[in-house]
């Protein structure tokens, strides 16, 4: 099954609508950044999805699942707890594409990547071992749709996140927020993110941003002074 540029536009404007209401209808405070902002990850994952899915060289219709399930993996990211997000939006998802009129065992598969998208991890269990039991029962779909969503948590967009997060810019001179993005946090985090990445694409292309991320920091560091070599002093030791 192959998708047309009229069902993809039909199934965006149906998650960024619902994106909008539903982050409005839960929490006013910044719900229209907020909205945008979880719109403007799953339009990343799917770009990621489809580079993923490009390496692994899978077929046609298993493509449409996954640009679908890029879409609507987070649609429900306001309406009930985080646990619980990719069971309804999975749900909200087979009721839309339903009564569009997509054959029902493509939305089963659309469903069941979207249901899987999202793991808790355990701090005392190894994470290799999460790891396997999670691959372990999952579609190739799920697989892709969780390194695709792990990918962009590597890389330039967790350099910008770090940054708004961080830096708060505008209200923090430049060398406090080059501090706090080279303290090793955000970098420490990223390389977790990476030990969770699942197919031989997404290991590849997490080294590679991971790899940017490292040379950006050592960039920082070797054009902004972090610290300023001159002390104030007090007018009397002047
Ligand atoms: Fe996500
Ligand atoms: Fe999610």
Partial sequence: ????DEQLQRAADF???YLRRTASSKESH?????????????????????????????????RAVCDLAALFHDVDHYTVDYEYHGLRGAETATHFLLSE??????????????????????????????????????????????????LDKIGASNIIQSLLTLGRI?????????????????????HEWYRTLITPTGRRIGAQRLAFYEQFLAQIESEIVIEDPYPERAPQDI
């Fill in 1 to 4: 099954m192959q998708l047309t």
């Fill in 15 to 17: 998650v960024r609508s």
């Fill in 30 to 62: 910044k719900a229209e950044f907020r909205a945008e902002n979880r719109w403007q990850h799953s339009l990343n994952v799917q770009k990621n999805i489809r580079a993923l899915a490009d390496g692994e060289g899978i077929p046609s219709d298993s």
């Fill in 101 to 150: 009129g997509y054959p029902p065992p493509f939305v089963e598969r659309v469903a069941e990547a979207i249901r899987r998208h999202h793991n808790e991890f355990e701090d005392d269990v190894p994470l290799e071992d999460q790891m396997r039991a999670i691959v372990t029962n999952a579609s190739l779909e799920a697989r892709l749709l969780m390194d695709a969503e792990t």
């Fill in 170 to 190: 505008g209200t923090k001179p430049i060398n406090v927020a080059a501090r706090e993005l080279v303290a090793g946090f955000p970098l420490e985090r990223a």
